[in-house]
C-alpha cells in the first residue's frame, strides 16, 4: 500500500525520472541530516578540545548515533515546533541523553543550515566535473577523428565557405572547457560559514571561552578544517552572503546554455541527415511515423537546459531582497533553486555524454551537401585562375554572375541541381583552364587551417584541461529513459 501511495502524489521527474543516484542523493533527506549531525560532532570536538566541560562519553555517544535517524519523531518534533533544526536537535538528543545538554552549544540554526548547503555545493560540484571532462574527452577524440572531413559551415542557417566537422566540435568544446574552467572556480572559491553565531560576531562563542578571542577563531578554524574546507568565510551575517548562490548557480547556468547550444546544433545537422545521436536497435521515434529518427536526447538536453537558465533567477532575486544581516525568505526558495540546478545540470551531462558516445556522421550526405554548394563558393577561385590564364577579372566576373544566376534559377525555381559547373564547362570562354577545374573544386583546398587549428586547440587547451580526471574518464551512461 505505502508504494501504491507514491504514485497518488507529485514526484520530481528530476529525481524520480532522469537524475544520477549519486547526485539525487546528495540533496537527499539523509545526506542533509547526517550532516547535521556531523557538524554538531566537530562543533562539540572543537569545544571540547578548546576547554569547554565536553567529555569523550559525550562525543562518543554522538558519533555512535550520526547516522542514527528516527525521521518519524523528527517529522512529529517539527510538526509541533515548526522549526526544522530545533525538531533535529531534539531527535539526536532523544538518542543520545548523556550527549544532549552540548547538542548544538553556541551555534544558531545556521551553522548546521548554511555549512550543510555549502557541502552540498561543493560536493555537487565534485559529481559534475568529472562527468562534464567526459564530455568534452568524448567530443575532443570525435573533432580529432574528423579533424579534416570538409562540411558546410553555415551563417545565418544559410550554407557558408567550408569547415570540418572536426573544427566545428572545436566550438562546442570551447564553451565547455570555459564551463569547465568556470565550475572549477566556483567550486574551489566556495568557503566554509563556520561558527559565526546568529548575527555573525560570534558573540555566543566569545561568552562560552570567556572573552577568548585567540580560542573563538581557533574554534572556527578547527571545525572549518574537520569539514574538509580550507578556509572559512572571515565575515558573515546570520548566513553566508546569498551572492555565493549566485556565483554556483551562474555557472551551471551557462553551462545549459553551452549544451543548449550544442543539442540545438545536432538537431539542425541531424535534420540535413549529416549527424545522427545514437539511436536503439528497437527504439521508437514516433507513434505515427514508424520512419522517424528524432533526435529525442538533444531535446530533453535543450528542454532542461532552459529549465536550468531560468533557475538562475531564483539566486539573484533571493540575494537582492535579503534585509541587513538576514531574512528568512531565501529558505524555501533556496530549498528548490539549489538542489534542482545541480539536478538538472547533472541529468543534461549524464545526457550528452550518451550522445556524445555514439554521434553517427554521414560523410557521403555531407559530401552531397557540399556539392550541391560549392560551385558558388568556388567561383573566387575560377576567377583568379582565369586571370592567371590571361584573362580580364571584369570581364570574368560578369560571366559567372550570369552562369550563377542562371543556376539559382534552376536549383530555386525549377527544384533541379546545381548545374553551375556544367554551364561553366560549356561555355567557351572558360577553355583555359578547364583542366584545372576538378582541382579548383576538390572540398579540401576550401577548409584553411581547419585541422592545424583542431590539432593545436585540443593538444594546447583540451587535454592539459581534462589530466585531473584521466582516472575517471572510463564511466560510460545508459540511460534508462
Known sequence: MAAADEFMKYRSPLVSRYASKEMAYNFSDRKKFTTWRKLWIYLAKAEKALGLPITDVQVQEMESHAENIDFAMAAE???????????????????????????????????????????????????????????????????????????????????????????????????????????????????????????????????????????????????????GFKKAYLVTGQTYSRKVDIDSLSTLASLGATVHKICTDIRLLANLKEIEEPFEKEQIGSSAMPYKRNPMRAERCCSLARH????????????????????????????????????????????????????????????????????????????????????????????????SQEAAAVVKQEGGDNDLLARVKADAYFAPILGQLDALLEPKTFIGRAPQQVARFLSEEVRPLLEPYKAKMDVKIELEL
Request: proline share 4%; glycine share 4%; charged share 25%.
Open 308 to 403: 536550468l537558465l531560468a533557475l538562475m533567477s531564483d539566486p539573484l532575486q533571493t540575494a537582492s531582497v535579503q534585509w541587513l544581516e538576514r531574512t528568512l525568505d531565501d529558505s524555501a526558495n533556496r530549498r528548490i533553486s539549489l538542489p534542482e540546478s545541480f539536478l538538472t545540470a547533472d541529468i543534461i551531462l549524464s545526457t550528452l555524454q550518451n550522445i556524445t558516445e555514439g554521434l553517427v556522421v554521414y560523410p557521403k550526405v555531407i559530401e552531397r551537401h557540399i556539392r550541391h554548394e560549392l560551385p558558388f563558393m568556388a567561383t573566387e577561385n575560377i576567377i583568379m585562375a582565369m586571370v592567371k590564364a590571361g584573362g580580364n577579372r571584369q570581364d570574368c566576373h560578369e560571366k559567372i554572375r550570369v552562369l
Open 77 to 227: 518534533e517539527e510538526r509541533k515546533l515548526r522549526h526544522d533544526v530545533m525538531a533535529h536537535v531534539h531527535t539526536f538528543a532523544h538518542c543520545c541523553p548523556n550527549a544532549a545538554p552540548i547538542i548544538h552549544l553556541g551555534a544558531t540554526s545556521c551553522y548546521v543550515g548554511d555549512n550543510t548547503d555549502l557541502i552540498m555545493l561543493r560536493d555537487g560540484f565534485d559529481i559534475l566535473l568529472p562527468k562534464l571532462a567526459r564530455v568534452i574527452d568524448r567530443l575532443a577524440n570525435f573533432a580529432e577523428k574528423y579533424a579534416d572531413l570538409p562540411t558546410l559551415g553555415f551563417t545565418h542557417y544559410q550554407p557558408a565557405q567550408l569547415t570540418t566537422v572536426g573544427k566545428r566540435t572545436c566550438l562546442w568544446l570551447q564553451d565547455l572547457a570555459m564551463d569547465m574552467r568556470n565550475l572549477q572556480r566556483a567550486r574551489d572559491d566556495l568557503r566554509f560559514r563556520g561558527v559565526k553565531g546568529t548575527t555573525g560576531t560570534q558573540a555566543s562563542f566569545l561568552q562560552l571561552f570567556q572573552g577568548d578571542h585567540d580560542k573563538v577563531e581557533e574554534l572556527d578554524r578547527m571545525v572549518t578544517e574537520m569539514a
